[in-house]
């Protein structure tokens, strides 16, 4: 678990990036990509789409602003998105670290 400050017209959020937090922007990513791959889908999704935004707004502090809300899930996506990258990194240069030790 990490938290994330960030700051959306003005105002100063923070987030806690929970596996619930990433399960939800992991969601709303995969949303997006159908109704890119299918914009006939798009009407199907959007009510996903939009109670998904809302489960990921709910988690900021300050409550969210519906005039800040799509600044607030990039913000959230690009956390998370540095979250995956991390651990991502933090687990290939775990085996190179083991390998050394072994010589």
Same mark, same amino acid.
């Given at each position: 678990?990490?938290? &994330?400050?960030?700051?959306?017209?003005?105002?100063?959020?923070?987030?806690?990036?929970?596996?619930?937090? =990433?399960? *939800?922007?992991?969601?709303? &990513? !995969?949303?997006?990509? /159908?109704?890119?791959?299918?914009? +006939?889908?798009?009407? !199907?999704?959007?009510?996903?789409?939009?109670?998904?935004? $809302? +489960? =990921? /707004?709910?988690?900021?502090?300050? +409550?969210?602003?519906? @005039? !800040?809300?799509?600044?607030?899930?990039? +913000?959230?996506?690009? /956390?998370? !998105? *540095?979250? /995956?990258?991390?651990?991502? &990194?933090?687990?290939?240069?775990?085996?190179? $670290?083991? @390998?050394? @030790?072994? $010589?």
């Amino acid at each position: 678990m990490s938290s &994330k400050e960030f700051d959306v017209n003005g105002t100063d959020y923070k987030i806690i990036i929970t596996e619930q937090v =990433i399960g *939800h922007v992991n969601s709303l &990513k !995969d949303l997006y990509n /159908a109704a890119y791959e299918d914009p +006939e889908s798009f009407e !199907d999704v959007s009510t996903e789409i939009s109670s998904t935004i $809302k +489960e =990921i /707004a709910s988690t900021v502090e300050p +409550e969210a602003e519906d @005039s !800040d809300l799509d600044g607030i899930i990039q +913000e959230i996506i690009k /956390a998370v !998105d *540095h979250k /995956a990258d991390e651990i991502k &990194k933090e687990l290939e240069d775990k085996p190179a $670290k083991k @390998s050394k @030790s072994k $010589k």
